[in-house]
């Protein structure tokens, strides 16, 4: 199951080479701070400091890089944390394997949902130290930054394996939580300058003329609504489809069900918890991150990727739970690989190429 899903992958790669065109990921990589700060420009300004041109390229070298970074991170968070004894390996075919992950990854390649994954996984395998909360809170900056999305899309996982590894580890004193909730008012407040004040502050025109500039290949002028929109705009794209949307609705859940094992092992999980605080925290932050995600989907209609997104952090949660305090036993399987329910499921994990962008496959 993981050689077939290993396979998948450069065949993906190969499509979105061949096939794809990267309207809207180029112009990310485009946009910058030079006409004062606006919102989805941190990465385009970076770029900016290196090259005056940006050949369409950088699309794919850039997302290829980050796609690497984040399979390596899961890799060291996926031996610290569970292991690579042969007992655990169903687990990773259904993680690692899975649609939702690294084949969609792959195949959104250019968009930026995979550095809110990259600063989830960093925070499982950060020492915990003086500075681990401003290291966490500062990527949740950089993360609003480059989408203000972020905000509800990886930053609840992100607090959550924070109170696992920083207030679980240590205690609930009150001059730690002050600490936490300041550092937590600081991320709201740069989304709320993202979100609010983060309209490029140009006519269309001179914002068209200045990223065509920098560019190696025409720009199409109606990406601009990127830049222009507002949340109101977007919410009244997103309900005028709902209709459409919500017809996918039991195709997303049966992908979910598709991984009814590893949900049977993140509620044993859970249940496991030797400490009713930790349990509460992380059913509290499960309930966080679902309603992120409800919200997302209020106000933009790419479902297939929220849908995916939000499976990795329930992925990421479950590797959080296994840090904590608990009465599973370590020496049995996570998932059984014998019982023809669990093999049936995972043939099909594995052979599932991906699950889309705004649409099902």
Not at 135 to 159: E, K, Q, R
Request: aromatic share 14%; proline share 6%.
């Amino acid at each position: 199951m993981i050689a077939v899903s290993a396979a998948i992958l450069p065949v993906t790669l190969w499509y979105k080479l061949r096939f794809h065109d990267p309207v809207s990921e180029y112009a990310h990589l485009l946009v910058s701070y030079h006409f004062g700060f606006a919102k989805r420009a941190l990465i385009g300004t970076v770029v900016s400091l290196f090259s005056s041109k940006v050949p369409v390229g950088y699309v794919y070298g850039i997302g290829v890089s980050a796609w690497l970074i984040a399979l390596l991170l899961f890799l060291v968070a996926f031996k610290r944390i569970i292991g690579f004894r042969e007992q655990n390996l169903p687990l990773f075919a259904f993680t690692a394997g899975s649609p939702f992950f690294f084949k969609n990854f792959l195949y959104s390649i250019g968009y930026f949902d995979i550095y809110g994954c990259i600063a989830a996984l960093a925070a499982l395998i950060l020492p915990v130290g003086a500075f681990f909360l401003l290291i966490l809170t500062a990527a949740c900056v950089v993360l609003i930054l480059i989408h203000p999305i972020h905000m509800l899309m990886y930053c609840p996982v992100i607090m959550l394996i924070a109170f696992v590894r920083y207030y679980c580890a240590l205690d609930l004193a009150p001059s730690r939580v002050a600490y936490g909730l300041i550092l937590v008012l600081v991320v709201l407040a740069v989304f709320v300058a993202s979100v609010f004040f983060g309209q490029m502050p140009v006519a269309p025109e001179t914002w068209l003329s200045h990223v065509q500039s920098r560019a190696t290949v025409p720009i199409d002028p109606s990406v601009s609504y990127i830049w222009y929109s507002k949340i109101s705009d977007e919410i009244a794209r997103t309900w005028s489809t709902m209709g459409t949307s919500a017809l996918r609705i039991p195709v997303y859940a049966l992908l979910i069900a598709l991984h009814f094992p590893v949900a049977r092992y993140l509620q044993s999980l859970i249940q496991s918890l030797v400490t009713p605080m930790h349990r509460l925290g992380i059913l509290i932050g499960i309930a966080a991150i679902c309603a992120g995600y409800l919200i997302i989907g209020a106000v933009v209609d790419d479902y297939s990727r929220w849908v995916s997104n939000w499976a990795v952090c329930m992925f990421l949660v479950m590797l959080a739970g296994r840090l904590l305090p608990s009465t599973i036993d370590c020496t049995e399987p996570p998932i059984a690989a014998e019982p023809r329910q669990s093999r049936a499921l995972g043939w099909a994990v594995a052979l599932i190429p991906r699950v889309g962008v705004s649409k099902p496959f």
